[in-house]
């Protein structure tokens, strides 16, 4: 027997899994969030559609088969339940500001309000069958709940978590889910109690309260005492193990005062605090099993009960208007107090619209409701079908009319190359690794900061989310607290303090820390980035050298972040190939040692942009810059050349005298010349600089073919090759896109307009004077 039941479950995972994976291959034409297409997989083997053929609903659906695939998914609810509590930081929401408080409210009073007021409308004025009465005021309740787990999976799928839309929505959800965790207790406990005893579901209640004082007062001192005194390492296994079985005891006795056993994981989860230890440690233990194995079935089950076929439409036309009415009701809740709080409406429209979200969590109350019999089969699908078409709706909507990187469109010239000689740099910095630090520093002393030009460094500090539920962008100058989680900053700031100590007054320091996923930390670096008005952002690279030459992938999501950076940012960018860690650079800081510089010149909107900043560094008395510049044999009397030359006569008549500047000319036969031309050369540098893209040159011709990190340009990816030896560092540049388009040097060098203001960033009124015009190319683009 137990070999039977194995095999069948055996079964069903892989009828399951092949489900999901024919839904994705299909192109995912629902534009459903990732979890509802492990419920739609279900429905393609459930009674909907291939188990609705006899032969094959006996082939597929064997009894105890199904029971073990129940109990299962069951166990992976509530690890789901508890991983998604433990991110939650209830001293967070305690701080929320008073837009998401006020939000919050509005929506947990008209969704409760209306909603529900219509359901017993329907109920008594209009003519239906009994059981779809009774069923009626559950299903109006339902359109209260608005569930943060529900709410950060469809954020997250949508990679905008970390908006300003996507963080004030998760902070409505978070409060707003407060309110209606207390009521789906209540209710549970009238629901369990058929007779519709008023002591029995007192009990019950009175019975959860203590409950919540049991897992407060015993079962969080204890693990807690456990992660302070953990023997060896820092979260040893037993304190893991224990953690587990903790997990399913609150899951058990929540059953036994008679809620639902989701309620002992939640709790238990709110209990601990985010972050690590704990919750970075659950993360790590749990995360794939949970997410990849478990939950997937919990969804497929409920895709299971779906059955089409037999929805009834006295319950279909009287649940669809409760399920519009409370959609449209939580847009209004949102619009109402928003227009009072200055919001722009359209903003309000898409946060309406993400509270709308639904997901596993309200697919366990309708199963729920299904078992108690509160609500019959038929009701059940529709209820699991209008959660389906509801986040078809809104993720189309919310694609449709929001894009978080159109602010960085509006954005004008905002370069090293048009920035006034005299007039202060901002660069913003972007570290992932303090081991990085020593290069940045002499990044940043080369840049130059003196009386007549002053340097702003903002910096960003990039942490992985790992054991919260909603990212955190905060500035260390304000000190606040992390919650008992330590990162590299302090050791960041109390270096750059150090830099900014040796420039005197002439260096002004901003810090930040930016606590996300790196699929979306994207839009933090370009929301700061235009804040701060940065004329360059400083991007880490995604390998790292070890101190004996080998070459490891730091992370793989840095590289990704890089590019979508590349595409959005409101400013010129640039990647810096780290090689500092094998020895050869010197200290500008400390020992204030020459330090030797040289940037490649082939001709474009990048390489100009290079030029320019290599043209600021040879102002350092330490720094000493070199310019190649590669001239391809046969072409004297192109256009591009020209134009060039123009350029750089200007640069090389500007700094005439600084004998720390000096512009060589190469003339090359091809790629390959001008390769062997780079190996030569490079190892005489300490920091080699060059553009990301070129103009059309012949001596690049086939070489991108060649190339495995596109975010690096051709010569960019052959510098930072593991095969390429050499001890200097890499700065690949790329000059600021203006919506997709190059700022193209042009022909004349004198008439230039001013600048345009950006935003709140300070703006200099005299005429700014640079080398060259501005114009956008319209066939140049990325």
Known sequence: MFSQGKTSFNTDIIRNSFGHENVWQGGNPLESPTCLLFMQGGMLFGPSALGHIKVIHHLLFPVKGSVVLETVSYFGLMFYYFLWSVRLDLFTVLKTERVALVLAISVSIFSLVIPTGLSFLLKNYVAMEKQVAEALPYIGISQTYTIFISIAVLLTDLKILNTDIGRLTISVAILTDMTGFFMSAVTFSITRCTEGDILTIIYSILSSALYVLLIICVMRPTILWMVKNPGKGSTNEICVVCIFICVILSGFMSEVIGQHFSMGPILLGLSLPEGPPIGTSMMKKLETMCMAFLNPISLAVNGLLVDIFNIDMDSLWSICIILVVGFFVKIGAIMLPGYYLNLSMKKCWIIGLLLNGKGICELVFFNMWLGSEVINEDQFSIMVISVILVNVILVTVVKFIYDPSKPYDNVRRCTIQHTRGDSELRIMVCIDNKENLPTILNLLEASYAGRDSMIEVTTLVLVELQGRARPILVSNQSHESTHGVVYESNQIDNALRQYAQQNEEHVSIKSYTS?????????????????????????PFHKRWEIDGTVEVAHRSIRAMNIKVLQKAPCSVGILVDRGILGASPSLLGAREPYYVVVFFIGGADDVETLAYGARMARHECVCVTVVRFLLFGEENSKDRKRDSDLIDEYRYHNAGNNRFEILDEVVKDGIDMSICIRRLVDYFDLVMVG???????????????SECEELGVIGDMLASPNFVTKASVLVIQQQRIRGRVIKPGVNLNQVPKDQPMHNVPTNNNTLSPSCTILVDKHDKM
Do not use: K
């Open 515 to 539: 606590i996300s996923l790196f699929e979306t930390m994207h839009d933090d670096v370009c929301r700061i980035s235009l804040e701060s008005g940065a004329n360059i952002l400083i991007m």
């Open 692 to 706: 990301r893209r070129h103009a059309h040159n012949a001596m690049l011709q086939g070489h991108d073919s060649w």
